[in-house]
């Protein structure tokens, strides 16, 4: 009788602490939130210095960790695979480049960067329209998505002979700002390739608290009145995600490391602001 009592508290006591640990867990992750009345505070200063939010504000964080990527090397006929669809190539080597070329197409790569020329191709805009240009990048991406997965379409821009849709590869639910490919679409077709590449091999190190999102962008305001940025700013995308902020040689087989970091996107300015997550200063 008595065991079974025992039996009976041992179960209550472990209910009990299952409740507490589910409500510390619950803390922890609110502790990662941002309050109702920080989220009003920005919103009220960026709009007392000319800058309009446009788009949601990133209300929650988790403490991240760096991002290891490689250099990627590859050979010759891995390059002919991905770029030519099997055609050989000649090859012109480099201070700091080489140079594959085929009959219609040129690549250049070096370190990260990679740049492919499709010189059958004539630039021009003609009937080109937003739609199809996407869906011409898209299935190119598609085609050379066992080399450079995960990378989903981010944004399109007009161009003098087209468009040129951005891609940005994703890790997990992050965007990697310093993975992206450019494919240049135009009447014809794609005239033009433009890529950064590191192949990540895994987080590196202990997972560190991150600022929030408001004080980023007080940040962002900031570097704007530095920068003597004139007239009214619409910020049109946050994202979170990783970015290489040591400019380091991109030997081939060498390992970076990439560090959490805040973009923000505006209407009226060409580039982006890029903020490190974990020191909240503007990434040069």
């Not at 209300?59 to 990627?72: G, I």
Request: hydrophobic share 40%.
């Amino acid at each position: 009788m008595e065991w079974g009592r025992a039996k009976k508290f041992v179960i209550v006591l472990l209910l009990l602490l299952n409740v507490c640990l589910a409500g510390l867990n619950y803390q922890q992750e609110r502790a990662g939130a941002m309050t109702a009345s920080q989220e009003r505070a920005i919103f009220e200063v960026l709009s007392r210095n000319g800058i309009t939010m446009y788009t949601d504000l990133i209300t929650e964080t988790q403490p991240m960790s760096r991002l290891s990527v490689t250099v990627p090397s590859y050979t010759k006929e891995r390059l002919e695979q991905i770029f030519f669809q099997g055609e050989k190539t000649i090859v012109v080597p480099g201070k700091t480049s080489m140079v594959y070329r085929s009959d219609s197409l040129e690549l250049i790569l070096e370190g990260l960067n990679g740049v492919l020329r499709f010189s059958d191709v004539e630039p021009g805009r003609g009937e080109t329209n937003r739609g199809s240009a996407v869906q011409i990048a898209e299935k190119y991406m598609e085609g050379i998505e066992d080399a450079f997965p995960d990378f989903v379409s981010a944004d399109v821009a007009d161009t003098e002979d087209g468009f040129c849709v951005e891609f940005y590869q994703k890790y997990k639910s992050h965007f990697i700002f310093s993975n992206w490919f450019r494919v240049y679409v135009c009447a014809q077709g794609i005239y033009r390739v433009e890529f950064s590449y590191g192949q990540v091999t895994g987080e590196q190190g202990e997972k560190k608290d991150i600022f929030y999102a408001d004080e980023a962008l007080l940040t962002f305001m900031r570097t704007l009145k530095e920068e003597t940025v004139k007239g009214e700013i619409t910020v049109n995308r946050m994202e979170l995600g990783y970015d290489l902020v040591e400019q380091t040689e991109s030997v081939s087989g060498s390992t970076l490391n990439l560090v959490p970091c805040y973009r923000i996107d505006t209407m009226e300015l060409d580039s982006p602001y890029i903020i490190n997550a974990y020191t909240c200063q503007v990434v040069s």
